[in-house]
């Protein structure tokens, strides 16, 4: 598609956007009772409106049920974690007994570590990107020490080329087969935070897998970002939040994938809890832990269910949209913006976009890197009502999330933009 500078053209692409009355479905935030412009969903998405409605239902059950809410409720809160299986297969390119919501990200990470990162003398080491975030980085850094192993001879960092500002594919892979002999996981996030660059799982996992090691994923802001094919990949294991693009609450319930190939490796050494247990005996409060097969296995508690509502509420819509659908509009939507910005500053004089051009080595967000005043220029953008996100140093994270946001807005944070630059 050509673009065009105008607003005029934005609002003839809003007009033909097929995917532009999801947007009602959402509560938009304002400031000084002006709807803002809202680039951070890569960070908190929006409320979906029926929230309310799935919560309320459940806190209606609680009251008129109680206990007998567990088994007789709308939505029996006993199987709450398999209402999402569906859904969330279809955002990750998985099967439903791959899948379960549970936990918090960083709590997924540690159990499916303790499972797949099992050092011996000769593989030990792992290998990720540098500057993974932080959450990945104190995780990785904990299980390596919980081995009794030095981090710093363990943990492999890929730094970009100098004078590049994402990883190369090929430099992943050559490092992989470097490390093959002494390899134990190659974990990466999907799309890493700071730059926006989205990896090539499928090449990674191949090469990990060749040089025998598992292979696992960080998908925060992959999932609801991007489209995954994480079965026909063959990811050994991933994990994702539900707050970022997956729009259910600040702090909702995460999720976790484990490959089929692994749903009967009982032997694989876990942390186990009573919801991971084979769910006919559970109740039976007997010694002895049988999983379940498959993710499910790795279950610790049962069900936060008014959580677990809202997150139900929000895969509603994203099953009614779907995801290649919301990915044909981000790549026109996000394209856009990139368009755009290289008219404010063609010569790359003020600001650089870290993120790739490329829309397959990326999601939405780009992350422009300010070479001077960035607070500055962020704190302007913010008093004139946009809602972005600032990393340091020097970065501000903007995401046209497609299932809310619009061309018109893009075009007008170009402009609130051009006039804050000094």
Known sequence: MKFENSLGFAKKLDKADPLKSFRSQFEIPAIHGKKVIYFTGNSLGLQPKSIRKFVQEELNDWAKLGVEGHVHSRRPWLYYHKFTKKALAKLVGAKPIEVVAMNQLTVNLHLMMVSFYRPTKERFKIITEAGAFSSDQYAFESQIKWHNLDPGKTLIELKPRNGEHTLRTEDILKAIRDHASQLALVIFGGVQYYTGQLFNIKKITEAGH??????????????????????????????????????SGPGGIAGAFVHEKHAT????????????????????MKKGFVPMPGVDGWQLSNFPVLAGAAHLASLEIFQEAGIKNLKKKSVQLTGYLEFLLKQIDPENNIFTILTPSNPNERGCQLSIYMKQNGKRIFSAITKAGVLA???????????????????EEVYRFSEILKKAIP
């Open 389 to 407: 996100d600032w990393r340091e140093p020097n970065v501000i994270r903007v995401a046209p999330v497609p299932l809310y946001n619009t061309f």
């Open 265 to 284: 490796s009982f032997q694989l050494p876990r942390f186990s809890g009573w919801w991971g247990h084979h769910e006919k005996e559970r109740f039976q």
């Open 210 to 247: 060749q040089a025998g090691a598992y292979v696992g994923f960080d998908l925060a802001h992959a999932a609801g970002n991007v489209p995954l094919n994480l079965h026909r990949d063959g990811v050994d294991f991933a994990v994702w939040c539900s707050y970022k693009y997956l729009n």
